[in-house]
């Protein structure tokens, strides 16, 4: 198989929280806000979403958001992120530099699993879930991996979610200037039901970017 199809996606952003938010920043209209801004997940116990932050927030949202809109039911889940929940990691690694210890608490939900988890959890999802980090960067070689199920007649169907927050203000000119906040999620599948068809063969996605990948299946 040299290409699978994908549905519409559901995201979210900063600034960017309804669909025509969304066809406003495919015609250039609108941007991504670069804030801490995160969605309520008012469909959530307070108790559950108290202590999340903006990457855990916005990929709760998009699962919840696409199994919503495409009713796929309880399927596998392939998460992938850049830097994963980072502000947390700054946390923990200035206690680590300024004090020389960490107290068990700043460990929780820091793993890099932890987004896709609590979607699973919030969502009620049991199929299972993996997370990806894009080796040296590179989006397509994680869109291929998350595909793998799908592409290997494994599993007719797979929700793809992507997304990662806003880096902290502390980390300076280390901080990466194109990419920005936020999270989205769509249902990739071997049968041609979908809005989106998606070439995998390694040439045509090696210059795949997340927003590239973004603006193909919005469209």
Same mark, same amino acid.
């Given at each position: ?6 549905? !519409?996606?559901?995201? +979210? ?11 406003? +920043?495919?015609? #250039? ?7 801490? $801004? ?9 108790l559950?979403?108290?202590r999340? #932050?903006?990457?855990? !927030?916005?990929?709760?949202?998009v699962?919840?958001d696409?199994?919503?809109? @495409? #009713?796929c039911? &309880? ?5 992938i ?6 502000? !947390? ?6 206690? *680590?530099i300024e004090?020389n @210890?960490?107290?068990?608490?700043? =460990?929780?939900?820091?793993? =890099? ?11 009620? *999802?049991?199929? #299972? ?13 994680? /869109? ?5 199920? /799908?592409?290997?007649?494994?599993? $007719? ?5 992507y997304? &990662?927050?806003? /880096? ?17 999620a769509?249902? *990739?599948?071997?049968?041609? $039901? ?19 990948? *973004? ?5």
């Open positions: 198989m040299n290409k699978i199809f994908a549905s !519409r996606p559901c995201c +979210w952003a900063p600034g960017l929280e309804t669909p025509s938010d969304w066809q406003e +920043w495919l015609s #250039g209209n609108k941007g991504i806000e670069n804030t801490e $801004d995160a969605p309520s997940l008012s469909f959530t116990s307070p559950f979403r108290r999340l #932050g903006q990457l855990c !927030r916005m990929t709760v949202q699962v919840h696409i199994l919503e809109q @495409t #009713g039911g &309880d399927i596998k889940q392939v998460f992120s850049k830097r994963g929940d980072i502000k !947390r990691e700054f946390t923990v690694n200035k206690t *680590l004090d @210890t960490v107290l068990p608490a700043a =460990f929780s939900l820091s793993v =890099f699993n932890a987004p896709i988890a609590l979607a699973s959890i919030a969502c009620n *999802l049991k199929s #299972g879930y993996s997370a990806i980090f894009p080796s040296n960067g590179i989006f397509s070689s994680a /869109v291929l991996a998350a595909a793998a199920p /799908v592409l290997s007649g494994h599993e $007719d169907k797979i929700i793809l979610v997304g &990662d927050e806003a /880096v902290p203000v502390e980390y300076g000119k280390l901080s990466p200037e194109d990419e920005f906040p936020m999270a989205f769509t249902v *990739l599948s071997a049968k041609e $039901d979908s809005v989106c068809t998606i070439p995998t063969a390694p040439d045509t996605l090696q210059d795949c970017t997340v927003e590239s990948f *973004l603006r193909h299946i919005l469209k």
